[in-house]
């Protein structure tokens, strides 16, 4: 197991060095001169050629790379372009609050999508799991930056329950929770229900009900643990979507998050911003891949035997 | 089954309804109407929907908010907090690194200046500097000896010093200091400022907001943080990016003592998002709130709106030193001018609720001629115009302009009166960072941005950022010999009827040249707790919160 750890862990740099390389390449690639937002408007073009020269960006693209990988490998992840602050601390100056939406959106999910999804899944076809397809729908097409206005609009403008937005204390975040959170909870149910329906379908279960085994022993136990899998990968890659930052979401609910930080470099050219905190995002998303595949580990015990091996 | 998917599908319908239906039922006080999100700055603004107008209904609107008696102060409970609602975010806290008005509104919290000027009346009054006095080569100024800076150092000489230089290196402070040549340190509390040449709008230059002093050991250390500290009334206690910046009184502030504790500016850049929270009580000040909002925060029973009219003209400008032979061409330009049908402009754009610009300048700016006018719509003598040129027959050009409802209406409207006349028009909607790449290596044919200049500064930083050869402002890449001399010349002429000749010559000239057509003036609106007093709304969108409070 601690091999298998270890070897996905040695994987990750080359990962870090192919993300920063297309980063840096697209950022590259982006409309707009960095000198002309950093100077302003009111800047002559000698100001700006200075300030392009300060910054190293007369040189060519590999030089630059080159520059800003050999930094990163000194742990220098560089300054903002236009903010003039450290890209490594403003990162982690977000992370909290991306991290609590991102936890805050997989509990309301896996709350309701679980039992919903195993729910719609033993009535199949009834008025029970046509009502959890119905749900599932809404939630999928449901826009989440609508869904954001609605929910502030009835439950802080109408109703005064939760603050509009901004991200300051345990009833801040059950706004934008629920917002992300249903669309997660909408994904996670429909693979909850075609996982569950897969497992309830095979001998062993039919051999369990033969044997007399209760009906929620049958569901919970025996099918439920062996259509965890498919529901445990589609939590974790929205656990990290989530993380990475949901703009639309981070915007309605002015939520200090990584999303908006890294969307707001993105419209200024702020090359080191961006690419400093998707090299971030990156790994914290290899991380928690790395997770799910430990936590595959200890629900399928034929798992754990392949990464022992 | 099909009853209860029915009475599901209700009751969604109804939660939708409900939650759409907002507070539109309690109206607006008859005044309030359209302003729309904008990214301001002072001067120019990359706004793609700047600030609505109401068409000169302002004039209703509460605009100025007094302050309580003292018996009513002394009966009063203040809130410790006032919260602002920004609709963009504090990107920085160096004030040489930015002119954007969510800068400003920092700055003249937390920096002092040599002068400044009344948020009323526009007066100069005293603030590091406690006396001067101009002569044509030089001002000198008397220098306050009790001045701190938020750390506790004492403002001296040499940061003033300090200052002025970084400030003649900046690109976005160099142009407004570059009627000084340098300052000269006199003894521990005077100086003289040498100037490079004489300009009668010096001392309200020197009163514009980024034209302010930091402490040298600070801004050495850390460039980034130190430029933040200031000696102004309200030191930074925090700033995160993309979220906040808090503001705490100075207690060892030189001047008057702000009643106010602190002030949490928070970035809330959902423009829905943001008018709830002033609606709900849970900010104080909601800045720009859009135009179909206004009324709602209007009939809410803990906020009301204010407006005025903006300093901010929506203009197009034609590159007529460009590539384009066309556009070079003044009658071509002229014809332009005579094709675009204004009205129609702020009537799809605006909503009809805007100002019909009659000059190149606003209204609050200085010298500004009230008897002007602009072209006028008239496609017959478009076409006649266009005919006498050598592009009869028509011809391409582009019109480019950051991607927003308002300006795309514009240039759709703007292609449309002029394919009337046989110019084909490419409508170019930009991103923020594309357009001011393009404007700033001058490749744009036409373009449509704004104009907002602060009341008060003189007229001499709008006719030399908007009009001057190798001004980056210059739009239209206009560099006319006898515009830059009478520019030069009205800068420091003594004689006011002379000066305003020449600002007047500058106005008729320009809608003469027709390289910068002005289309509309905004109106601008706040949204503000119904308790805020001791406030009044700045048409440059560069407000002083420093005094006001909120009552309990």
């Known amino acids: ?309 | 089954m099909k009853k209860f998917l029915a009475t599901l599908l209700a009751a969604a319908m109804v939660f939708s309804l409900a939650a759409c239906g907002g507070k539109s039922e309690g109206g607006s006080g008859g005044e309030s109407s359209g302003a729309e999100s904008g990214e301001s700055q002072g001067g120019e603004s990359e706004s793609t929907e700047p600030s609505g107008g109401d068409g000169g209904d302002s004039s209703e609107m509460v605009s100025d908010l007094p302050a309580l008696s003292e018996s009513e102060l002394a009966n009063a409970t203040l809130k410790k907090q006032v919260v602002i609602g920004l609709n963009k975010d504090l990107v920085t806290l160096d004030p040489y690194a930015s002119n954007n008005v969510e800068v400003s509104l920092l700055l003249r919290m937390t920096h002092s200046h040599l002068v400044k000027q009344d948020p009323r009346t526009y007066e100069l009054q005293p603030d590091l500097a406690t006396d001067w006095e101009v002569t044509d080569e030089y001002i000198d100024f008397t220098i306050r000896d009790d001045a701190k800076f938020h750390n506790g150092d004492p403002v001296t000489i040499e940061d003033i010093i300090y200052s002025f230089d970084v400030m003649k290196e900046n690109s976005y402070t160099s142009s407004k200091v570059s009627f000084i040549d340098h300052i000269e340190k006199i003894d521990d509390t005077h100086i003289r400022m040498h100037l490079a040449k004489n300009n009668q709008d010096a001392l309200r230059i020197l009163a514009y907001f980024n034209v302010c002093i930091v402490s040298e050991k600070e801004s050495k250390a850390d460039e980034a943080n130190g430029r933040g500290i200031g000696s102004g009334p309200y030191k930074v206690a925090e700033w995160e990016l993309g979220s906040h910046t808090l503001l705490e009184r100075f207690d060892d502030y030189f001047g008057e003592k702000p009643l106010t504790e602190s002030f949490l500016m928070k970035t809330q850049p959902e423009d829905s998002a943001r008018v709830i929270s002033i609606e709900n009580g849970e900010t104080d000040i909601c800045i720009a709130p859009p135009a179909q909002e206004v009324e709602h925060i209007a009939s809410s029973d803990k906020s009301m709106v204010m407006a005025v009219t903006a300093n901010k003209l929506v203009y197009i400008a034609i590159n007529q030193n460009g590539n384009h032979k066309a556009l070079a061409d003044k009658k071509v330009r002229q014809a332009i001018a005579h094709a675009i049908n204004r009205e129609n402009i702020i009537i799809a754009a605006k909503d009809g609720k805007a100002k019909l610009a009659n000059t190149v300048i606003s209204p609050k700016t200085a010298y500004y001629n009230p008897d002007q006018e602009a072209m006028e719509y008239d496609p017959e003598l478009a076409k006649q115009l266009l005919s006498e040129t050598d592009f009869a027959d028509g011809f391409e050009m582009t019109i480019s302009f950051i991607d927003g409802t308002t300006y795309k209406t514009i240039a759709q409207l703007f292609q449309a009166d002029l394919a009337a006349i046989g110019i084909t028009v490419k409508v170019d909607p930009k991103d923020n960072s594309s357009m001011k790449t393009l404007m700033a290596e001058e490749k744009h044919e036409a373009i449509i941005y704004n104009w907002g200049p602060t009341p008060g500064e003189g007229p001499d930083i709008t006719f030399r950022s908007l009009f001057m050869g190798g001004s980056g402002s210059n739009r239209q890449i206009l560099n006319d010999e006898w515009v830059n001399e009478t520019i030069e010349a009205a800068a420091v002429e003594t004689d006011e009827a002379k000066r305003q000749d020449l600002y007047y010559q500058l106005q008729e000239w320009m809608i003469d040249n027709a390289g910068f057509l002005p289309m509309y003036y905004e109106i601008l609106y706040m949204g503000v707790n119904k308790n805020l007093h001791n406030f009044n709304i700045e048409p440059s969108e560069q407000h002083t919160f420093t005094y006001c409070y909120v009552t309990e």
């Open chain 1, 1 to 309: 197991m601690w091999r298998f750890i270890l070897k996905r862990l040695i994987m990750l740099i080359p990962v870090l060095f192919g993300v920063a390389l297309i980063v840096y390449f697209i950022m590259d690639l982006t409309p707009g001169d960095p000198a002309v937002i950093i100077a302003g408007e009111d800047a002559t073009p000698e100001q700006r050629e200075a300030i392009r020269e300060e910054l190293g960006l007369n040189d060519p693209f590999i030089v630059r790379y080159g520059r800003y990988m050999f930094n990163l490998f000194r742990g220098d992840m560089g300054r903002s372009m236009l903010s003039k602050v450290d890209v490594f601390p403003t990162y982690f100056q977000k992370l909290p609050a991306s991290l609590a939406l991102a936890f805050g959106s997989i509990i309301v999910a896996l709350l309701l999508s679980i039992p919903l999804g195993v729910l719609s899944a033993t009535h199949q076809n009834t008025w029970v799991d046509t009502l959890c397809t119905i749900i599932g729908m809404l939630g999928m097409s449901m826009p989440n930056f609508w869904l954001g206005m609605m929910l502030i609009i009835a439950f802080s403008n109408k109703l005064g329950w939760f603050p509009s937005g901004g991200f300051d204390g345990l009833k801040s975040l059950i706004l934008p929770s629920i917002t992300e959170g249903v669309f997660l909870l909408a994904l996670i149910m429909r693979n909850t229900r075609s996982s569950m329906l897969d497992v309830i379908r095979q001998d062993y279960i039919v051999t369990a009900k033969a044997k007399g085994v209760n009906r929620r022993g049958i569901i919970w136990h025996h099918a439920f643990r062996n259509a965890l899998i498919p529901i445990i990968t589609v939590a974790g890659m929205n656990f990290a979507y989530v993380l990475c930052g949901p703009v639309l979401t981070e915007t309605v609910f002015s939520w200090p998050g990584v999303g908006r930080l890294v969307y707001d470099g993105i419209t200024k050219t702020d090359t080191q911003l961006v690419t400093g905190c998707l090299i971030l995002s990156c790994m914290f998303v290899s991380v928690i891949n790395l997770v799910v595949d430990i936590i595959y580990a200890f629900v399928d015990p034929r798992i754990k035997a392949q990464y022992s091996k």
